[in-house]
């Protein structure tokens, strides 16, 4: 080893403690970026293998005739046809304790050789007995049940039956059915008729042979199969090809671990600044050691590269803390989001690019921030550095805040000292600031995001001004039915509604969607309500609501907009068939998918479905929870009453829960990611403030001589802190709204497909505000007691 | 070339040096032309502020001539870049600092290795025993392994003199380095100075010390920037 590297690494261990911070500064930017990246990318795989090896479907083609098995093999028999199955998907509805939950129910051809978005199977039958089903493993929970158990199911048709949950299967491709609030069922088509149910398989399931992942080539292939079983006389009202080889939170996944990707690169970024502001510390500490190297013959260059390595060893070490960490780290994090995404981890190894980013970001970006102070410092002259005596007094007299600051006559005159202490390095305050503020915005930030996705969740509330959405199964002429729901106590409000899923019609035979077998994700609906409704408060960006009842006129929802403009023309399938509209105005829903919204008046003339209504959407004067279970419960016992087929009842805060399932990770990283920044904030507050005092030993000890008592001296550095993280709080705030504007239009763009409203949490700015005082004032306490445990003496020799 | 100048290591020509201030420039030197020949133990006197470590300073290369040129053994030390300038100042110059400036963290014996690191002037193997030995020569061998702190002020100042050998200088050069010391161990650094121009090594110091005049055989008196008295002893 080289003489001059002992000297680095006895520099390191003469001041580990200021060094250990530095480490960990470095380590918690490189420990996020691994636990996130390690996460992510564990978690992107285990997505794409999970969902690839149910074998999903590349398309669907559903129908309005019953498909035989004949014309399966008919397809199944097609070039460029590599599976076909038959299908069928019911909404139905399940008790549990006395709630009516959604309940999905999968009908399955033939469980032995199903070839097609096939689930795991986990425990009990593999094939469901008579009267039994199968059950997704996540919505035991929302069943309440386990397996043997048997649960009271209702169909569209049918009386309530009690069912037999007979086995457990896992199927990857849904979003777990705790996150949606409801059931996931597969049975056979005689268990769906010994339900109630007349109806067969009505969807077809095709996988195409060749370029699995081309959506134009699926949806070349799907209209073939389309126009095949078109020529056999059945008739084809939709195609759904959802995105090929994508889990269906796939985009949304990748779209948040970007964000917290970018965290933790901020995180790393703010550590190495901190690296940078002590390493010219420490280079201006050490000006004259400089200066005596190079008079005994070190170049430039050598003294450059030896702080570098001293830089480089403090990464070392960061790496050596922060890499292990962050695997322990990211393995709870892709278990969680394994859950989150009901996924099954079958091989948790990180790959190796992980790490490797970690190693080449905890190494590059910390040396890149010290590059600039290291080489203006390595390039200091000799004379320059034999002859430095510390901060140099010319700056300090003519600093214009300085100066001001001097002349506040009624701020005591240690204060005032403590002020202009804090002037005094200009490109120091400047980095501390930038650190400290850049900590404190995205403290702040992170937890404004945090409050503007409540915010928009409430807002679930303020635009459903109803409590209960009701589907029927068929269509029907509810006016006595409504008036009876208008006379039980606590209802406000009742309306009829209609509803149909629909398509962007393009003009050709058959329409084409993007929904997911779940029926949820993707999807596209038109509601039709009387107007003026009284039950939706839409938040309209553009345009303006629906007025004329008998306009053939829609308002488009964020969803569904695509790339139209107000006024343009629309041609909406519904029930199969094209139908022109105005776009009158676009809405900013929360929580909705694509929705066209039209009149009711316009809508049932159109279907010659006057009078009837296919959608109930009751109020309640108490719009909490509590209160609209006890009403919903009341509707329920009326609509059985009434001999009312019911396909979903969904109340609002079972809505308001599943979309607040579905980003809860998010959230919860946030708020993680909070506390990193308030770690590395608080970390460099207490460095810096650390090393400006430890710079002006020898002028504390002037102090002293000229007469300042300990308490002056403590108090002066306190001063000293308080106020350079009083003015980064004002720094932080504004930087903060910025970047909350940008993320919450990110993540609310992402989710909603709409920005979150800009949110200033109240409390992130007194939780920032109270952490940078305490940090501030423990950070000079050490320092200040430090200052005065020397000896006049001690500080006046200190160089 | 005269003689006197062919024998000659150090030549200055029409030297000044000056430095801006906020009131203006200080002429630190004005026109100063000097010659020093090699093997002498030679003093630089003068009041604080005459200009003498501004001079020691040019000598060495630590600063550069406003006007004028510094030769040394036929080098002209301005006009060298300041990578080429700290290597050679490292083979051809030895400083000592008044207040010693050992490297704090490192041990007397580090302190003597590192010139030679810096220069690559000695093989690695080599480096200890070298350090070892000139140690020994200054008499504290046995403080090898001790950090500077822990050695009182003279055995400092001998540790900073081993360092300034380390890499076989022909020239020392001394800012007051006995100017934080008590007389009787100044009286043997300069004992060990003078040895050194036995040995035949140029050794020039800028001192206030009138006690050891006998030791100088060359004594450049400065004033205002300017030499005013030169003495030459045989």
Same mark, same amino acid.
């Given at each position: 080893m080289k003489t001059r590297h002992n000297k680095i690494f006895r520099d390191l261990t003469s001041d580990y403690s200021k060094n250990l911070m530095l480490v960990l500064a470095i380590a918690i930017g490189v420990f996020g970026i691994g636990a996130i990246l390690g996460g992510y990318s564990v978690t992107k795989r285990e997505m794409t293998d999970n969902y690839l090896s149910t074998h999903p479907a590349s398309a669907t083609i559903e129908m309005e005739e019953d498909i035989s098995r004949g014309m399966v093999d008919s397809v199944k028999a097609? $070039?460029?046809?590599?599976e076909a199955e038959r299908h069928a998907t019911v909404v139905a509805r399940m008790k549990v304790g006395e709630k009516w939950f959604p309940l999905l129910l999968f009908v399955i051809d033939d469980f032995k050789t199903k070839k097609t978005n096939t689930p795991f199977y986990i425990s009990g039958e593999r094939e469901p007995s008579p009267s039994a089903m199968l059950v997704e493993r996540t919505a035991l929970v929302v069943m309440k049940a386990k397996e043997g158990d048997e649960l009271e199911i209702k169909t569209p048709h049918g009386h309530p039956q009690k069912v037999k949950l007979s086995g457990t299967v896992h199927d990857p491709?849904?979003?777990p059915a705790w996150q949606e609030q409801s059931g996931y069922g597969y049975i056979s088509l005689s268990t769906l008729h010994a339900l109630g149910e007349t109806q067969g398989f009505d969807q077809l399931r095709i996988r195409v042979s060749?370029? $699995? %992942?081309?959506k134009e080539h699926i949806l070349v292939e799907a209209k073939g199969v389309a126009s095949r079983v078109t020529q056999k006389g059945y008739h084809v009202h939709e195609i759904q090809v959802p995105?090929?080889?994508?889990?269906?939170?796939q985009g949304q996944m990748t779209t948040v671990m970007s964000i917290f990707i970018t965290f933790s690169f901020l995180i790393l970024i703010l550590g190495s600044i901190l690296v940078s502001t002590s390493m010219a510390t420490l280079m201006v500490k050490q000006v004259r050691q400089i200066g005596v190297m190079k008079t005994i013959g070190a170049n430039s260059w050598q003294i450059g590269v030896m702080y570098l390595m001293m830089t480089l060893v403090l990464c070392i070490l960061a790496l050596l803390i922060a890499i292990p960490l962050s695997r322990l780290a990211a393995s709870v994090f892709y278990h969680q989001l394994a859950v989150l995404l009901n996924l099954e981890i079958r091989d948790n190894t990180i790959p190796n690019w992980v790490p490797l980013l970690q190693i080449i970001g905890g190494i590059v970006i910390p040396l890149i921030a010290v590059a600039f102070p290291v080489i203006r410092g390595s390039r200091v002259s000799v004379r320059t550095a034999l002859d430095n005596h510390g901060v140099l007094e010319k700056r300090t007299a003519t600093n214009f805040w300085a100066v001001r600051f001097s002349r506040?006559? %009624?701020?005591?005159e240690t204060f005032r000292l403590s002020i202009r202490n804090v002037f005094r390095q200009r490109a120091r305050m400047m980095m501390t600031l930038g650190l400290l503020a850049a900590g404190g915005a995205m403290f702040m930030t992170a937890l404004n995001v945090s409050e503007a996705w409540d915010n928009n969740l409430k807002r679930i509330y303020s635009q459903r001004l109803y409590d209960l959405e009701v589907k029927l199964n068929q269509p029907l002429k509810a006016d006595s039915l409504l008036n009876k729901i208008r006379r039980i $106590?606590?209802?406000?409000v009742a309306e009829g509604w209609s509803h149909s899923p629909t398509a962007i019609s393009k003009g050709e035979a058959t329409e084409v969607t993007q929904t997911y077998p779940d029926k949820g994700h993707g999807s596209f609906t038109i509601q039709a309500m009387p107007?003026?409704?009284?039950l939706l408060s839409p938040t309209v960006k553009e345009g303006r609501w629906l007025?004329? $009842?008998?306009?053939a006129e829609v308002v488009l929802n964020q969803n569904a907009r695509g790339g139209y403009k107000l006024g343009d023309r629309i041609s909406l399938a519904v029930y199969g068939k094209p139908t022109a509209w105005t776009i009158v105005g676009f809405t900013e829903d929360v929580g909705s998918p694509a929705m066209a919204y039209t009149s009711y008046d316009y809508f049932s003339t159109l279907t010659q479905t006057?009078?009837?209504?296919?959608m109930l959407r009751i109020a309640y004067a108490d719009r909490s929870r509590q209160n609209a279970e006890l009403k919903n419960l009341e509707i329920e016992n009326l609509l059985q009453a009434e001999q009312i087929s019911v396909s979903a009842a969904i109340p609002v805060w079972l809505l308001q829960n599943a979309i607040a399932a579905h980003m809860k990770v998010m959230v919860n990283s946030l708020m993680a990611m909070a506390v990193l920044m308030a770690l590395v904030g608080t970390l460099g507050l207490t460095a810096t403030m650390s090393m400006n005092l430890l710079e002006r030993t020898r002028e504390i000890g002037v102090m002293r001589a000229i007469g300042a008592t300990p308490a002056t001296i403590r108090k002066l550095v306190v001063w000293e802190g308080l106020f350079t993280g009083g003015l980064s709080i004002f720094i932080a705030i504004v930087l903060a709204l910025v970047l909350s504007t940008f993320f919450g239009r990110f993540i609310g763009n992402m989710a909603f497909r709409t920005p979150l409203t800009l949110t200033v949490s109240v409390s992130a700015m007194a939780m920032w505000v109270a952490l940078i005082i305490i940090g501030s004032y423990a950070a000079t306490l050490y320092p200040a007691r430090r200052a005065n445990q020397i000896t006049t003496r001690e500080a006046l020799s200190y160089e | 070339m005269n003689h006197e100048q062919s024998k000659s290591q150090i030549q200055l020509t029409r030297v000044s040096k000056s430095f801006p201030l906020a009131s203006g420039d200080f002429h630190?030197?004005?026109?100063v032309s000097l010659t020093i020949p090699s093997g002498k133990l030679v003093a630089i006197t003068g009041k604080s502020g005459s200009g003498k470590s501004t001079l020691l300073n040019l000598i060495a290369g630590i600063d550069k001539p406003t006007e004028g040129s510094v030769s040394i053994n036929g080098v002209q030390?301005?006009?060298?870049?300041e990578s080429a300038l700290a290597t050679w100042r490292g083979k051809n110059i030895g400083v000592v600092f008044q207040f010693f400036q050992?490297?704090? #963290?490192? #041990?007397i014996l580090e302190n003597v290795m590192l010139p030679m690191d810096f220069c690559?002037?000695?093989?690695k193997k080599e480096r200890k025993s070298r350090a070892l030995s000139l140690l020994e020569m200054v008499g504290i061998k046995e403080q090898a392994?001790?950090?500077?702190?822990?050695?009182s002020g003279g055995q400092q100042q001998r540790a900073a003199i081993a360092r300034a050998l380390a890499n076989d200088p022909p020239m020392i050069i001394a800012d007051e380095? #006995? &100017?934080?010391?008590d007389s009787q161990t100044a009286s043997s650094i300069f004992d060990l100075f003078a040895s050194l121009t036995r040995a035949g090594k140029t050794v020039i110091i800028v001192t206030h010390?009138?006690?050891?005049?006998?030791?100088? &055989?060359h004594v450049i008196a400065i004033a205002d920037g300017e030499i005013v008295k030169e003495v030459i002893h045989a």
């Open positions: 097609m $070039p460029g046809i590599a491709s849904l979003a060749e370029q $699995p %992942f081309s995105p090929p080889g994508k889990h269906p939170h506040i006559s %009624f701020l005591s $106590p606590g209802v406000t107007l003026p409704t009284r007025a004329n $009842p008998d306009a006057q009078g009837q209504v296919s | 630190a030197l004005k026109n030390v301005e006009k060298l870049p050992l490297l704090p #963290t490192l #041990t690559n002037s000695y093989p392994d001790k950090l500077p702190s822990e050695l380095p #006995t &100017g934080n010391l010390e009138r006690d050891f005049s006998e030791y100088f &055989g």
